[in-house]
């Protein structure tokens, strides 16, 4: 995955090309998020979408609550490989594919995949063209 999402979704639109979205955890929570432009000079890290995410994951409040006091998502995703992600994985990489069929307005078919730091693919979700939010 590179920085600039948004601008490689557009030009896929703009070329009538379904997307694949590879890439892991950090750069896939700022997408979650909302970034569209994932280099550290264009956006930040909102923990609160992580907390969120493992709310819906079915973590207790209170440990979801511990992701917020997290130095990286590195740090958070090592804490998840260790304990057990509960399909915080795949919310993760549901939630991106989401919205990236968000910005494509559903025009083409959108894949996410998300891959560990040791090449492990670790979800998959995938959108098929015509299909909105």
Known sequence: ?????????DKTVERDLDAVIVGQFAKFC???GGHYATHVKDSSLDLSVLKELMEEAGFASADAAKALEANTARQIYENLRESGDRGLFELLTRRVAERARARVEGKIAVETVLFGYKGEELARCSFERGVKI
Do not use: E
């Open 1 to 9: 995955m590179g920085d600039h999402v948004g601008y490689s979704l």
């Open 30 to 32: 700022k997408v979650a």
